[in-house]
């Protein structure tokens, strides 16, 4: 099992940047790929983001290509989402995943483990 802890929600207003930090702890060494997914009020858990832990390809949702950028740092097994030029649609309740997947995980089911979620809010 891996535990992950999201950090760095909050408000911001339109326009505007946040930067989320996973750190990743427990059983790291299974996991291939570390993903992003945020959830809004009354909708589904959507992708956001996905890194693949050897090599570090990377993998967006078309919602978020060109603004959000997901990368690692594999020394202290933790993720981030760097999240500039945000909109009042990217306000979610965003989770840090941790799969096992062999392959490219987008789907919450290919993923095992799953932080608690920090708010993201953008005010417009």
């Known amino acids: 099992q891996v535990q992950l802890i999201e950090s760095g929600g909050g408000l911001v207003q339109a326009g505007g940047s946040l930067r989320l930090s996973c750190a990743a702890s427990?059983?790291?060494?299974?996991?291939?790929?570390m993903g992003w997914f945020r959830q809004a009020p009354g909708k589904e858990r959507d992708f956001v983001a996905a890194?693949?832990?050897?090599?570090?390809?990377?993998y967006y949702a078309d919602s978020v290509k060109g603004r959000f950028t997901i990368s690692r740092d594999n020394t202290k097994n933790t993720v981030y989402l760097q999240m500039n030029s945000l909109k009042p649609e990217d306000t979610a309740i965003y989770y840090c995943?941790?799969?096992?997947?062999?392959?490219?995980?987008?789907?919450?089911?290919?993923?095992?483990?799953w932080g608690q979620g920090t708010q993201v809010t953008v005010s417009s």
């Open positions: 890194i693949i832990w050897s090599g570090g390809r990377t």
């Open positions: 427990g059983r790291t060494f299974s996991t291939k790929a």
């Open positions: 995943a941790a799969s096992r997947w062999l392959g490219v995980p987008t789907r919450p089911v290919e993923y095992d483990s």
